[in-house]
């Protein structure tokens, strides 16, 4: 079973942080496994676009899943911090999720 948690805060209250990330889904694919997703509007991808995936990576890593960042490019790239698609072009995206 699939579960979805839409426009997640990980905030200092919670986590100790100094600040508040966001992350736009966190989906259980069963026990011991999440897949991060984060939504971005540029068409550019810039380096902060990753920071809320990050923070959920530092703290859930072993259970998490490589991070997907969908934005409003025209292309698909996988970087060293997760796997990037357009938002008109997400059949990978949508074949993990099942």
Same mark, same amino acid.
């Given at each position: 079973?699939?579960?979805?948690? *839409?426009?997640?805060?990980?905030?200092?209250?919670?986590? =100790?942080?100094? #600040?508040? #990330? &966001?992350?736009?889904?966190?989906?259980?694919?069963?026990? =011991?496994?999440?897949?991060?997703?984060?939504?971005?509007?540029?068409?550019? *991808?810039?380096?902060?676009?990753?920071?809320?995936?990050?923070?959920? %990576? &530092? %703290?859930?890593?072993?259970?998490?899943?490589?991070?997907?960042?969908?934005?409003? =490019?025209?292309? %698909?790239? %996988?970087? &060293?911090? =997760?796997? *990037?698609?357009?938002?008109?072009?997400?059949?990978?995206?949508?074949? #993990?999720?099942?």
């Amino acid at each position: 079973m699939v579960s979805v948690s *839409v426009n997640l805060l990980i905030k200092r209250a919670l986590f =100790g942080d100094k #600040q508040v #990330q &966001e992350l736009d889904a966190l989906i259980e694919k069963g026990a =011991g496994s999440l897949m991060r997703i984060d939504i971005k509007s540029g068409v550019m *991808v810039a380096s902060d676009f990753f920071n809320g995936l990050d923070c959920w %990576r &530092e %703290r859930f890593g072993a259970v998490t899943q490589d991070p997907w960042l969908i934005y409003g =490019g025209s292309s %698909r790239q %996988r970087r &060293e911090r =997760g796997h *990037v698609v357009p938002w008109n072009d997400m059949d990978a995206l949508l074949n #993990q999720m099942v």
